[in-house]
């Protein structure tokens, strides 16, 4: 008996503190999503499901939010995908000064997210900015915009300073995948006249599943809680059309409205959960199957 308690005195401590610290508020924050707990009375009282409805009224801003959570978490999972394995593929060849190329492209994912966002509402300035200098430099005037106030851009310019930010962490991630792919497949590949292409989708692809896993999962679970970089450069602005679910959530605490913001963050949570056991089950089955 002794001898079967032994592995679990290791982790008694750890456990101890993750039950305390993220089981009990969990399921407090889930109890408190079901009453009107605001910051107007000392009374909490059970009111069910109201403040779900609440949320998926259509009558009410929630659903543009959720909405606009999902469709950051897919640009940016697929977006920073893309850049990442571009850039772990190109530093991963014989080039020149490859570290310093390595520690340049992944220092953006170590800058405090209140830098970038001073940084990038400089370089987005309508009159003075980068970018609007850049394209009147070349003649493309037309083409200036209000990045971080026009409805029609102002979303796409936080995924774009977000893919910025990340994509160097997840090269990172999947140089070191690259790295662990041994040198002796591709040269069978190449003796049998496989070409770059070839090599990729049948070699490197296949052995990279395990860390293409680990980024989607990242990721996901990012895009889904984000709010820093939302904040930092609008704020959930112009009007409501950047805001995300951490955004509606801070707002909702503001404004003293607790079991909403509470149960805001319930259903992000099932969102997060159900969405990131599917995705490493579909993952794990291609990474079997490939």
Known sequence: MSKRMYPFYFIAVALGFYVVFAVVPSLMGLYYSLTDWSSFTREINFVGLDNFKTIFSKDENYMHGIQN????????????????????????????????????????????????GIIFKSVFEPQYGLINEALRA????????????????????????????????????????????????????????????????QITLPLLMPSLTVTTVLNLLYGLKVFDTVYVLTNGGPGYATEVVYTQVFSQFTLGSYGVGTALITVLFIAMAALGYFAVRLMSREEQTG
């Open 69 to 116: 959570t999902l469709v950051f978490t897919v640009s940016t999972i697929v977006l920073k995908t893309v850049f990442g394995l571009l850039l772990a593929v190109l530093v991963n060849k014989g080039i020149k000064f490859k570290n310093l190329h390595r520690v340049i492209l992944f220092m953006p994912s170590i800058i405090p997210m209140l830098v970038v």
């Open 138 to 201: 070349v003649g493309l005037e037309q083409w200036t915009q209000h990045w971080l106030t026009d409805i029609r851009w102002a979303f796409k310019s936080i995924i774009a300073v977000d893919v910025w930010k990340g994509a160097g962490y997840i090269m990172v991630i999947l140089l070191a995948g690259l790295q662990a792919v041994p040198h002796s497949y591709y040269e069978a590949a190449d003796i049998d006249g496989a070409g770059a292409w070839m090599k990729f989708k």
